[in-house]
């Protein structure tokens, strides 16, 4: 059973176009982060997001923490073809601070010029 | 700044051959982590080292043995290769925390024939 599901799986859009992909678990999370990987190279960190509720903006992004802490949404305003990768969400299950993280699947994301 | 630096970058052994992936990160981080990605599976923790002198079993351990050499290295050795052994792996550093974010090295593409 995966602890994080994120959905979609797969998503291509025209550049332009706004799109939403989520992170939904069954588990309460202390924090949430959301990475980007391209190809070749390891994830990157875009945002931690700690407070249920919480909202934080990184230029075109919009990342969102569900009230209950057991979700999250990363938004794209006018994607454009450097967006293009696999965006993947990550899940601190408890306060211990000794607990590795938890990754979704990820949505590979196509923008086309 | 390096960051975290991974070797060898690509890898192909046969069935039964025995190899150790090479981790050095110079963030003088606390915790080190070893997961391997798979097409459509994600991220898997294979081992991790919350800090300099302990390692613990992630959700893949099986196949695989670690060693926290110092504060700054942590390999990964396959004793005795399988074709299933065959994926991307990928070497992180963090400092402790729920809420630090992972820094990851750029991955070893290791194919096992």
């Known amino acids: 059973t995966q602890l994080l599901e994120q959905s979609p799986q797969f998503l291509s859009i025209q550049e332009g176009e706004n799109l939403t992909v989520y992170c939904n678990s069954s588990?309460?999370?202390?924090?949430l982060q959301w990475y980007r990987q391209e190809p070749g190279e390891g994830p990157v960190l875009l945002v931690t997001?700690?407070?249920?509720?919480e909202v934080k903006k990184l230029k075109r992004l919009t990342f969102q923490f569900g009230d209950a802490r057991k979700d999250s949404s990363l938004h794209i305003t006018a994607a454009q073809p450097g967006d293009t990768g696999l965006y993947l969400c990550a899940g601190a299950v408890s306060n211990s601070g000794n607990t590795p993280l938890v990754f979704g699947k990820g949505t590979r994301l196509s923008v086309i010029a | 700044n390096a960051g975290v630096t991974q070797t060898p970058k690509f890898q192909v052994l046969k069935t039964g051959q025995s190899m150790t992936l090479q981790c050095a990160q110079d963030m003088n981080h606390n915790s080190m982590y070893w997961y391997r990605q798979d097409p459509g599976m994600g991220l898997r923790l294979i081992y991790y080292s919350a800090s300099e002198g302990t390692t613990d079993k992630g959700e893949v351990p099986n196949g695989y043995n670690v060693s926290r050499l110092n504060k700054r290295e942590f390999s990964l050795r396959l004793e005795s290769a399988a074709p299933s052994q065959t994926s991307v792996y990928f070497c992180?550093?963090?400092?402790?925390?729920?809420?630090?974010?992972?820094?990851f090295g750029n991955g070893t593409r290791l194919t096992v024939t």
């Open positions: 588990s309460v999370f202390s924090s």
């Open positions: 992180a550093s963090s400092e402790i925390g729920d809420n630090s974010p992972l820094h």
């Open positions: 997001v700690v407070t249920g509720g």
